[in-house]
């Protein structure tokens, strides 16, 4: 039987057996390396976890179980998004490369598969899906990232190639990345959202400097470079010239799946054995801390699990309305504002559960250090992925159809007011 033609009952079941053959289980301890508990040693914690996540990917490829949705010719399955949701839910209670998920399958490959050429298709997409190219999202800048098309980085054209110069910020692993996509501005003389181009080059490019930013967590995760005199193949530019927002539509559409919904992830979701703070993790804090029959703490517990629940459920219904066209594709605004805030007050609920014990834990506990560390960077939740007023916005204007708001930056870009004078 060919895999076309496999259900997904049965690629359900050949996925279970390989998975237990092959996939070594999660280490709840292990957590997402954001939450490492020693900020010292969190360099080199993320650099063992990231070789980890390539080679499960590299496993995944091998057993054909990457990049489910992706066509054959670029080293994919060529299955379903059913197909995607069923090995998801195999996969729970296994180990697997959740740190590369974003921005690598979402939103870079998403786009290459939209709106790549076909070469950029076949030298790019089977080294994701193998583990060998990790991709990073060169899009926030220091003078904002909610605004996009406000980009200041430049690209100036020479012949076949581009010269960048400029900075980029909040990128998500720009240190371990192999490759970035980069919104750039071709055009200061048309509109702002007219004159903007997007590109795609190595991170190790001459003239790429990436820094370490240092959170509140003692994570080193994100990063701030500074582009200069970057050259880029005219071939590496990812859509039309000055048409970058138009890529960008697709690219923040991506970005937005990332609460769920995506037939591009391979995450174990909700029940994940990283998350700190599902209605289970807590329930355990409670009955480690023995304040498990406290009614202030089961209604804590029962609060989480009823955020992650629902939040399951909305990502399945809203994601088969987009599919089916029954809700726009903007409706994924809702899956980002939920996921967004349900995140960030289950983090609070775990904080409130575990009590001071969490703030400040015995030296080895990784279970209230992940809690502790969670809860100070707690936010990033309603941040990362365009934050949850932009969600808001989106879902205001596009789905429900109320006015737009009122914008001050029409006209050639280079005259549109910025930094203080924008006030
Ligand atoms: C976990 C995480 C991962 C990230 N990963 C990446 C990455 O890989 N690559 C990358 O380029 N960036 C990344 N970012 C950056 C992220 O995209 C930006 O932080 C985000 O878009 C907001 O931009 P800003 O921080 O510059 O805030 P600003 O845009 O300056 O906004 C400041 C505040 O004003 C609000 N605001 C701004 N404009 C409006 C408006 N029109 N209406 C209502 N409210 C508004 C915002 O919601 C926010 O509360 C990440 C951030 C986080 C937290």
């Not at 000055?242 to 979701?269: C, F, I, K, N, Q």
């Not at 801390?289 to 009614?295: I, K, S, V």
């Not at 932009?390 to 205001?396: L, P, T, W, Y």
Request: aromatic share 8%; with cysteine; glycine share 10%.
């Amino acid at each position: 039987m060919s895999d076309e033609q496999e259900s997904v009952e049965e690629f359900a079941a050949r996925a279970r057996t390989w998975l237990a053959a092959n996939m070594p289980p999660a280490d709840p301890t292990a957590g997402y390396f954001s939450f490492h508990e020693d900020p010292a040693d969190s360099q080199a914690h993320a650099d063992r976890r990231i070789a980890v996540c390539r080679d499960l990917q590299a496993r995944l490829f091998d057993g054909g179980f990457a990049g489910i949705c992706v066509p054959r010719q670029y080293g994919g399955q060529a299955l379903t998004p059913a197909h995607q949701a069923a090995f998801n839910r195999e996969l729970r209670g296994y180990d697997h490369p959740l740190e590369i998920q974003v921005s690598t399958f979402i939103p870079c490959m998403a786009v290459l598969l939209e709106l790549g050429t076909e070469d950029q298709k076949l030298r790019h997409i089977p080294k994701m899906l193998r583990g060998e190219e990790v991709w990073a999202q060169f899009l926030s800048e220091p003078s904002g990232g909610s605004d996009a098309a406000g980009a200041l980085t430049t690209a100036v054209r020479d012949g076949d190639q581009w010269v960048l110069n400029g900075s980029k910020i909040w990128t998500t692993g720009g240190w371990y990345s192999d490759w970035a996509m980069c919104l750039a501005r071709t055009n200061w003389d048309v509109e702002k959202h007219r004159g903007l181009t997007v590109f795609s080059f190595p991170v190790s490019a001459e003239g790429v400097d990436v820094q370490h930013i240092q959170l509140l967590n003692g994570s080193r995760e994100f990063c701030q470079e500074f582009l200069t005199d970057v050259v880029v193949d005219d071939r590496d530019r990812i859509g039309e010239v000055d048409e970058g927002w138009t890529v960008m539509g697709r690219w923040l559409y991506h970005e937005r799946t990332v609460a769920g919904g995506s037939p591009y992830v391979t995450t174990a979701g909700a029940k994940s054995a990283a998350l700190p703070n599902d209605g289970p993790a807590i329930a355990a804090l409670a009955r480690r801390g023995g304040n498990l029959d406290d009614p202030a703490v089961l209604e804590a517990v029962g609060e989480a699990r009823a955020l992650s629940m629902v939040s399951e459920a909305m990502v399945g219904s809203v994601s088969r309305k987009m599919a089916s066209g029954a809700l726009p594709q903007h409706a994924a605004a809702m899956l980002r504002l939920f996921s967004g805030t349900a995140t960030t007050r289950r983090t609070t609920l775990a904080l409130d559960v575990a009590g001071h014990e969490a703030v400040v834990w015995e030296p080895g506990d990784e279970q209230l250090a992940s809690v502790g560390l969670g809860y100070l960077v707690r936010q990033a939740a309603q941040i990362g992925g365009g934050t949850v007023e932009m969600a808001r916005n989106v879902i205001s204007e596009r789905l429900l159809g109320m006015p737009r708001e009122q914008r001050n930056d029409g006209g050639p870009f280079r005259d549109v007011p910025r930094g203080p004078a924008a006030g």
